[in-house]
DNA sequence: AACGCTAATCTAAACGTTTCGATCGTGTCA
DNA sequence: TGACACGATCGAAACGTTTAGATTAGCGTT
């Protein structure tokens, strides 16, 4: 700047103004400036401006897996929506893990983001210095954060689990294993309280055999498959809280020598794109992702544009229940099929 | 800083010393530092510091759409190995867009980032001219760049589809289907020249009416499989250069009434992670992601670590053909489906 | 002619760091 | 004992902006 000044024969203050339109700057300065901003191919450097400004017009995002397609998609949705604002993201995943999520929000503080976007981790008290000490503003994505008192946009997880379940007991279902994350994060407690509510509703017992916990991967859903297959009186339909352990899930099926849904049904939580059209189609709760992640970028944007003193907004949208061919009625339908 | 200095009663160059190690600090000094630092709750401004070093510690980094698993998966592989590094990244997604990508690039080099990965859009103009101006190392990642001569990390596309295409042909098919993104990125270009060369090796004519322009998404796949699907002599394979159009055939080919494999083979690019268990199992050409995100962030660190001035690498990685049962043997074995 | 008002422009401080060179004790050596 | 080197510490400039307040010029009023 102080070169295109220099070619323009103006101070930097006038080449400020110019650019920013803060103040008015006569024809003829307007047009050196001009000038001289395109013989030099000047290019206004936004970490000075971030510096001196108190703002970097960025946020922070972290999710636990960017691979998990719900998050692929929220992340979508979030990075358009700051784009069309104007707005740089800065992406960082978890991995599930509370150091890494603790290291990763200091990172992002230190590069001073404008707000945080968190789809947290553990037990958050890190989160609850950060958002206590109050010089961003964050909203919590997808989980909550008890003790935590900030803008929140999660799903009605209980609700969606309790409809999902009950779908299978219509069925004709009596014996149901779940297959859940661990209890640390909201989503996970809610669903499982959604489990047992359908049970006990349809005045089932809750048995704590059929419940198996996994790490949110693949893998893990494999792994409390096996196990909820090998049981003695196993279970005639399986429900995966989360759906990257679906797919463990039908690998185990598969590997079991097993079929989905003649000798199993399954059902499990999140949509997938290609549900629709490869078999079985899977029987899902489906998020709206889209409005998710809109709702949390506007939550955001709107504490950026100055609303600060708010109270924090909570918003919980509703799941659907996508019923496909994944899980099959139990009775009358399982003589046809096994003659 | 400024305040840590005041409460231990030193300078600011000390209490800067002390942090970054630079100079030897006395013991008693440093612990009046220190117990300040405590006491304040001080962090490093990492703006401040961008800004006087000149080197943000943040890349950029441009993918068409994070929705792609292949670029879900290659981004999170960049996403890991930076943080590893202690690197930020900013991710912008150009939804195979020009002026957006220029734009995001434009909006990513204003802020000092200290790098760039871009799988690109479009001509690559704008990108010439960032690389050509040289301040940051810039690596291309899927999509070579005619004229930008950078470090980059690609498929070996024509390979890869030559083997796919082969592969089917060898399955008997003589009237293979091929649905492309447009020719402006170079791996559409590639894969196209790949199809030629396995129907020409095999000594069958590449027909027009075969080839079908597709803008990347599910819809467009979904046309342009109803055109295929709806020739007079309509093709038995079809086979989709990228990801999210072969849902869209698969779609397609469920709502005309027809099925896979039975009705019509189907092959793809790219792989998904589920690809083993639902039905039909689709036969992908996989892309080694892990390696391929790897390979572009050690490129970009090893630039980022100094080494400027070696001339550009240029890396081709090999695909690999996952046969699984969405193509069928045409001839005999037709026979005994259709009976 | 002296005055005030307005619009245009400029000067200089500030944002929070890093770092160069200067300063100041202290102990060592001739 | 004086000179000197050395280690620890500090002062101040610099990075590239923004902006409050000062300055200047032009113009209409009285």
Redesign the pocket.
Same mark, same amino acid.
């Given at each position: 700047? &102080?070169h295109v000044a220099e070619a323009a @024969? !103006?101070? !930097?203050? /006038?080449v400020?103004?110019l650019? $920013?339109g /803060?103040?008015?700057?006569?024809p003829? &300065?307007s047009q050196r400036i001009e000038q001289a901003i395109r013989d030099i191919g000047? =290019? @206004? $450097?936004a970490i000075? @401006?971030s &510096? =001196?400004?108190?703002t970097t017009r960025t946020i922070g995002l972290t999710v636990p897996h960017i691979t998990n397609p719900f998050f692929t998609d929220v992340v979508s949705v979030i990075q358009q929506a700051f784009d069309r604002a104007g707005y740089a993201v800065m992406l960082c995943c978890t991995d599930e893990d509370l150091n890494t999520q603790d290291d990763q929000i200091r990172l992002l503080l230190d590069r001073m983001v404008d707000g945080l976007i968190v789809a947290r981790v553990g037990d958050g008290a890190i989160l609850k210095g950060i958002v206590e000490s109050a010089n961003v503003p964050v909203v919590l994505l997808d989980r909550v954060c008890e003790g935590v008192d900030t803008d929140t946009v999660v799903l009605d997880n209980q609700r969606a689990v309790f409809d999902a379940i009950t779908y299978l007991i219509d069925l004709g279902h009596r014996r149901i294993g779940y297959i859940t994350g661990t209890f640390d994060i909201s989503p996970m407690h809610d669903r499982m309280a959604g489990y047992r509510e359908a049970l006990q509703a349809a005045g089932l017992p809750v048995e704590s055999e059929l419940v198996r916990f996994g790490n949110f991967h693949e893998v893990d859903g494999y792994n409390a498959t096996m196990q909820l297959l090998s049981l003695h009186d196993r279970p005639s339909a399986i429900f995966s809280a989360n759906n990257p352990m679906v797919i463990g899930t039908m690998k185990a099926i598969r590997d079991i020598g097993l079929s989905c849904p003649q000798d199993i049904s399954v059902a499990c939580f999140d949509d997938f794109p290609w549900s629709d059209v490869f078999q079985p189609q899977l029987t899902t709760v489906s998020q709206p992702v889209q409005a998710i992640g809109e709702q949390a970028a506007n939550l955001l944007l709107d504490r950026l544009a100055g609303n600060r003193d708010a109270p924090p907004r909570k918003l919980t949208l509703k799941g659907r229940l996508m019923i496909r061919n994944s899980c099959r009625p139990l009775g009358a339908v399982a003589q046809s099929v096994s003659a």
């Open positions: 700047m &102080l @024969r !103006v101070s !930097v203050a /006038t400020s103004a650019i $920013n /803060t103040a008015t700057v006569s003829e &300065l000047y =290019k @206004r $450097n000075a @401006r &510096l =001196k400004m108190g």
